[in-house]
């Protein structure tokens, strides 16, 4: 201990002599709601930590010639043109514990439930230099989510980032919360990240994944609806920091990002209030760019850990061709989609399995999986397809071929359903269809 506080002495001294520790000092010369304009800051630099007024912490967002745009993280006071504005020298980083699997926390190092700040907390970086393609090795490997539509039609492998998009309730984060669910003893890190939720839609999914034992395993990052936006637009940023930190002891983690359509509209809305040129639909340019660092963080790396990236985006009418939905669709490899119509009829999991797609396929799943999920999808298409065309027509006036095609179609469709966390490993799934197809022989 004495040989610490030395040490400290001894650094403060150097600081001193060497003058590192006088920080400028500027001033707000405009305030637009949680942005603010700053000069007087010349040796500031990008995304560097200062404090406001004297109660209120931001961080450089913006550099121009003659002033910085500073975004505010904590508001403990209001701040008005002529504040001071000091620069700590310090990059902005997250507040982090490890014992903070287990419960709902932000990225200050504080337990939202609670309202206590962890007592171990280190400082992470939030953006890190992405994983270089030399370091990235094949995604091979299944993610089980123990739902038999996705395993067995459009798997996931560890490293893989699946879209799961679709319109409100229709149950895109129940998907996310039955996979978190199904990797209880798979050696499996999972983080939620809540971007913009109410307090009590997290406590919702705190309680649930607690009463079913998964929280031991689960770290809930949530930047909750009343927070800044600025806190709301850097979470997924800092929730895939933590992801990264397990990824490169060779752990296997599970990020779950709810949603990415908020996001987006934090994100354009802090671009309009920092003077950024609106572009489509008035988003800024960079849009696209801003999505696409975030989720090719997923990967599987040569050292044996990997992040997989489940983001859920929220569509209006089942449109996804709407500019984040592509721009996403771009980015990922492949995406579940969910139908409204599908839902309404009792069929969940909701999803749409002509529009779904994986783009690994077979290369994550097992070889009596594969061979499985190839008939299945087959032929649960061709009887969507078919039903489609006859869903008003008089059975018993179509011929006998077509009757046992819809029969089997039905039965399959039927068998694809399941009820909320009640997830099947591949064994249960593999006898479950061929008892429906045995039934038919």
């Given at each position: 201990m004495a040989n610490y506080v030395e040490e400290l002495v001894a650094n403060k001294l150097n600081e001193i002599k060497s003058r590192t520790n006088e920080y400028e000092v500027g001033h707000v010369v405009s305030v637009r709601e949680y942005i603010l304009e700053v000069s007087g800051l010349e040796g500031a630099a990008f995304h560097e930590r200062v404090l406001v007024a004297g109660h209120s912490e931001g961080y450089i967002i913006g550099i121009r010639r003659s002033s910085v745009m500073v975004a505010l993280i904590k508001r403990r006071g209001d701040v008005y043109v002529g504040d001071e504005v000091t620069a700590t020298g310090r990059e902005f980083c997250l507040a982090y514990d490890e014992q903070a699997f287990g419960h709902v926390v932000n990225m200050n190092g504080e337990d939202v439930l609670t309202g206590k700040m962890f007592e171990h907390t280190e400082e992470m970086r939030i953006e890190n230099p992405t994983t270089p393609i030399m370091d990235r090795t094949s995604v091979n490997r299944p993610l089980e989510t123990g739902l038999s539509g996705i395993d067995l039609i459009y798997p996931i492998g560890r490293g893989q980032r699946q879209l799961i998009i679709g319109d409100k309730k229709t149950g895109k984060t129940q998907i996310a919360l039955d996979a978190i669910l199904n990797q209880k003893d798979k050696d499996v890190l999972c983080i939620y990240i809540a971007i913009g939720k109410m307090k009590k839609n997290v406590k919702e999914v705190y309680s649930e994944l607690q009463r079913k034992g998964a929280m031991k395993y689960t770290l809930i990052l949530a930047a909750l609806n009343d927070d800044l936006p600025p806190v709301l637009s850097l979470t997924p940023y800092a929730g895939l920091a933590i992801a990264e930190k397990y990824m490169l002891q060779g752990r296997d983690v599970l990020v779950v990002i709810d949603d990415l359509s908020r996001h987006a509209d934090c994100y354009r809305e802090i671009s309009l209030l920092t003077g950024k040129v609106p572009g489509r639909d008035a988003y800024p340019p960079d849009i696209f760019y801003t999505h696409s660092r975030l989720l090719e963080k997923g990967c599987q790396h040569k050292c044996g850990g990997s992040i997989t990236i489940l983001p859920i985006v929220e569509t209006r009418g089942g449109d996804i061709t709407d500019y984040i939905s592509t721009n996403i669709i771009s980015i990922t490899d492949g995406q579940i989609?969910?139908?409204?119509?599908?839902?309404?009829?009792?069929?969940?999991?909701?999803?749409?399995?002509?529009?779904?797609?994986?783009?690994?396929?077979?290369?994550?799943?097992?070889?009596?999986?594969?061979?499985?999920?190839?008939?299945?999808?087959?032929?649960?298409?061709?009887?969507?397809?078919?039903?489609?065309?006859?869903?008003?027509?008089?059975?018993?006036?179509m011929g006998k071929e077509l009757q046992d095609r819809l029969k089997r179609g039905a039965k399959l469709l039927k068998g694809l359903g399941q009820y909320k966390y009640s997830p099947l490993s591949q064994e249960e799934i593999i006898k479950k269809f061929e008892d429906i197809y045995g039934e038919e022989a």
């Open positions: 989609v969910l139908s409204k119509k599908s839902f309404d009829r009792g069929e969940k999991p909701a999803i749409n399995y002509g529009l779904s797609v994986s783009r690994l396929g077979g290369a994550v799943q097992t070889g009596p999986m594969k061979k499985l999920g190839a008939r299945v999808r087959r032929e649960l298409l061709s009887y969507l397809e078919t039903r489609e065309v006859y869903e008003l027509a008089n059975v018993d006036e």
